[in-house]
């Protein structure tokens, strides 16, 4: 088997906010390097700006064999590979692909690790309302719609889903 049929993609956990750093320093070395990327407008006291960050927070896609693996895992912006059943995780070639595809159609996707229900409770955790905690009432697109109990009046927030968490 040649070197290049034994490659595979696989993804590997970064620390906090590397994602971006260790991509660069990493393609600049001459690995394959995949980190998905959305467009989001933040918002400051004084203008709204559009900046690209990860879509999967904390992580990165290498297309590696076993050695260019153990290379990527001794960079400093690397925490571990992902495993799955007790082996590196195998992102197919098509997976990614799709990934990068769906993203040059929706720049401003993100990335949701679970699906909300209507009527279950969740917790804000971004933005002015963060740390208040309202019923979901209706899921709208990429919005939730949240109704907040406070001082005896109702709120009816609109929130995008990574705003938010399940209020065990």
Same mark, same amino acid.
């Given at each position: 088997m040649s070197k290049a049929q034994s490659k595979y993609w696989t993804a590997f956990y970064t620390k906090p906010r590397n994602e971006k750093k260790v991509s660069e320093r990493l393609s600049d070395l001459g690995y394959e390097i995949f980190c998905p990327v959305r467009t989001v407008l #933040? &918002?400051? *006291?004084?203008r709204k700006k559009k900046v690209k960050e990860p879509l999967f927070t *904390?992580?990165? /896609?290498?297309r590696v064999d076993e050695v260019l693996r &153990?290379?990527? =895992? #001794?960079? &400093?912006?690397?925490? *571990? *590979?992902? /495993?799955? =059943?007790? #082996?590196? $995780? $195998?992102?197919r070639d098509s997976e990614i692909r799709a990934i990068d595809d769906f993203l040059s159609e929706n720049p401003e996707a993100d990335a949701v690790s679970r699906i909300f229900h209507e009527g279950e409770k969740l917790q804000i955790t971004d933005g002015p309302l963060r740390g208040e905690t309202g019923e979901l009432l209706k899921i709208k697109g990429t919005k939730l719609i949240l109704t907040i109990e406070s001082l005896g009046f109702s709120l009816v927030a609109e929130v995008a889903k990574s705003r938010v968490q399940l209020v065990s």
């Open positions: #933040k &918002q400051w *006291s004084d *904390s992580y990165i /896609f290498a &153990q290379e990527i =895992l #001794k960079d &400093q912006g690397i925490v *571990s *590979s992902v /495993f799955w =059943l007790g #082996k590196p $995780v $195998v992102v």
